[in-house]
């Protein structure tokens, strides 16, 4: 279907500049830069339309997504997610207002999510941010039953390098005590395999993740265990840490409360080098002062 993107782009009454994009955002069709803008905040956008539209709707990024905090219904790439497909009808006789409802929608999602001080979306949609993020693509599980207790865990792993495969390294990290651990077919066949010290926390209020195209370091996680977890929390954690080898890795599991309800689980892992502090006491030895 031959369309003027271009034209209809910079028809949208929010639209104040369209510039084509010479470069590949997402296979083949067409890309633009637009400056769009909704309730006095300007947004520098791409658009990608693919040559399957209409079938496919376009695929719409900030382009500067690393100057903006992380928020509701944006990943860690910058994309938007402004529509719900499931149940979604689409009129394939106007694609002219199909691009421009789309623009509409991704400003609508944009201008609700930024101006939300509470971050409710993101918070409610937590995990699907946390798995936009780069890793190290490891096949993962967890099981920890949530009591507001902070617990020692055995993490296990299969490595891909002792096995001569490219397939997804196996890791699962376990409560030793629960019941799943006689029974699920995966830890069954990591047990024997190397295993290592982790530890879960509970933390009092929730974390924002990263920023868009930007990282945590070890300092940034020791900031939300200090910020969000509770006095006797960190008490017991600390505590427990000292007793726990600083191996070559380390996972830490932690768990907020969601604004809805319930909790979100989340984890993070760490590689050390020789002089390495432990990660969650900021010199090697968890505790130790800086005097």
Same mark, same amino acid.
């Given at each position: ?23 590949? $955002? ?9 400056? *769009? ?32 905090? *992380? ?55 937590? %995990? ?12 993962? #599980? ?8 902070? %617990?020692?865990?055995? $993490? ?34 990591? %047990? ?20 868009? %195209?930007?990282?945590?370091?070890? *300092? ?6 200090? $910020?969000? $977890? ?15 080898k600083w191996s070559n890795y380390f996972t830490i599991i932690f768990s907020h409360p969601r604004s809805d309800s319930g909790h979100v689980i989340w984890g993070v892992q760490f590689h050390r080098k020789d #002089? ?16």
């Amino acid at each position: 279907m031959s369309i003027d993107i271009f034209t209809i782009l910079q028809g949208h009454p929010c639209v104040s500049l369209v510039d084509p994009s010479t470069k590949d $955002a997402g296979g083949a069709g067409q890309s633009f830069h637009i400056h *769009a803008h909704k309730n006095g905040h300007e947004w520098k956008l791409i658009i990608h339309v693919s040559d399957t539209f209409p079938f496919d709707l376009p695929k719409i990024s900030i382009e500067n997504a690393a100057d903006y905090q *992380a928020m509701g219904h944006i990943d860690w790439h910058g994309d938007v997610c402004y529509i719900d497909k499931q149940g979604l009808v689409i009129d394939y006789n106007r694609t002219q207002d199909l691009i421009l409802d789309c623009v509409d929608e991704a400003l609508e999602t944009l201008d609700e999510n930024f101006n939300d001080p509470h971050k409710v979306e993101l918070q409610n949609d937590f %995990k699907s941010y946390w798995e936009s993020l780069p890793s190290l693509g490891f096949k993962t #599980t967890c099981f920890v039953s949530y009591d507001g207790n902070v %617990k020692e865990l055995t $993490a296990y792993r299969d490595s891909r390098n002792e096995r001569k495969t490219k397939k997804t390294t196996c890791f699962a990290v376990v409560e030793d005590d629960h019941g799943i651990v006689n029974y699920y077919y995966l830890i069954n066949t990591l %047990k024997g395999k190397k295993a290592e010290k982790s530890i879960y926390i509970p933390l009092d209020t929730p974390a924002t993740p990263p920023s868009p %195209k930007q990282l945590w370091t070890a *300092a940034d996680i020791a900031n939300v265990f200090e $910020a969000s $977890a509770t006095t006797k929390v960190k008490e017991i954690a600390l505590n427990l840490a000292k007793k726990q080898k600083w191996s070559n890795y380390f996972t830490i599991i932690f768990s907020h409360p969601r604004s809805d309800s319930g909790h979100v689980i989340w984890g993070v892992q760490f590689h050390r080098k020789d #002089t390495a502090p432990h990660p969650l006491g900021g010199c090697p030895r968890i505790g130790c002062s800086n005097e």
